[in-house]
C-alpha cells in the first residue's frame, strides 16, 4: 500500500500538470484517420514509429535547441525556424497550434513537410530509427484500425 501511494506521488512530480501522452493505438488512430497511412508513400508505421522517437507520444512536447537555433513542437516536434511562427511559417500557422491533442494542425503540417525533397528524411530521427527498421509493423501491433 505504501509503496503505490509512494509511486503514484513520484508519477505526479515526473509528469508536468496537464501534460498527456497519448497511447501508441491512439496515435496510430489519430494518424489513421488524419489520413496519413501512405500518404507520400509512408506507411503508417513509418508515422507512428517517428512520433514515439520525436516526442514519446506527449502532443504538447516543447524542446529548445539552442545549439541549432530552433525549438520542437508537438507530436513530430516541428521546428519553429521553418514549419511554424510569425510570418516565417512554411505551414501558415503558429508552432502553439501544434500543441492539440487532436492532432488536425499537425497532421496538415507534416502533410507539408512530407511533399518537399526531403520527405520523411526532413526528421534525422525517422532516418536513423524507422527508416531501414524491419520491425515496423510492431508499432500497430494489437491496435484496431
Known sequence: MKASVVLSLIGCLVVPSGARILGRCTVAKKLHHGG??????????????????????NPTAVYENANEGYTGFGLFQIRSNDWCGHGRSRCHMECSDLLNQNLQKTIECVKTIVKGKDGMGSWPTWSHFCKYSDTLAHWLDGCKL
Open 36 to 57: 496519413l497511412s501512405y500518404y507520400e508513400g509512408y506507411s503508417l508505421e513509418n508515422w507512428v514509429c517517428l512520433a514515439y522517437f520525436e516526442s514519446k507520444f
